[in-house]
């Protein structure tokens, strides 16, 4: 709060760490006070001129973000990862390294995707969705958990404040 009256632009540096709610927590207090998030592009990551791309979002090192491609606010699209073609990528999500988001692929809010993970053409995912590390996610997703496997299936119980249950 301090520094807010010497900067105006910020950039939030804190991961999913098993949830985004203190990455979220800080990106909505700081734009109360007027923040503003530049958007980050690595020098060795490529973005398409025909996709838009989020404030405060970042996209790391040899990232491909192709055209027609949506990716909303606060996110992070990590090292190596690869979204195709017209998919859309919600507010407060994380891509992990490695992993591919096909083309007309629908990414919800706050979704986490594992690294080396795919999901398949046309898959739409919820929001609120943990997707393990190494995941194949060959259906839509609708119903938020965590999941694991390949292809992905759902592996949490309790429906109820499920981001502070995953350890």
């Given at each position: 709060?301090?520094?807010?009256?010497?900067?105006?632009?910020?950039?939030?540096?804190?991961g999913f760490i098993k949830n985004p709610s203190r990455r979220i927590e800080k990106f909505e207090y700081l734009k109360t006070l007027g923040a503003m998030f530049p958007l980050i592009i690595s020098s060795l990551a490529h973005v398409s001129k025909s996709s838009s791309i989020g404030e405060g979002t970042i996209v790391m090192h040899q990232a491909i973000v192709s055209p027609g491609v949506c990716v909303g606010k606060n996110c992070i699209i990590n090292t190596l990862a690869l979204i195709e073609h017209d998919a859309k990528v919600g507010d407060h999500s994380q891509i992990s390294t490695g992993s591919i988001v096909n083309g007309d692929c629908r990414i919800g809010n706050r979704v986490f995707i594992g690294s080396n993970s795919v999901v398949v053409n046309n898959v739409h995912i919820g929001d609120d969705v943990v997707i393990g590390a190494g995941c194949v996610v060959t259906?839509?997703?609708g119903?938020?958990?965590?999941?694991?496997?390949?292809?992905?299936?759902?592996?949490?119980?309790?429906d109820k404040n499920w981001v502070g249950k995953i350890n």
């Open positions: 709060v301090n520094l807010m009256g010497q900067y105006k632009d910020f950039l939030i540096t804190i259906q839509s997703i119903k938020r958990g965590i999941y694991v496997g390949n292809p992905a299936r759902r592996v949490n119980k309790d």
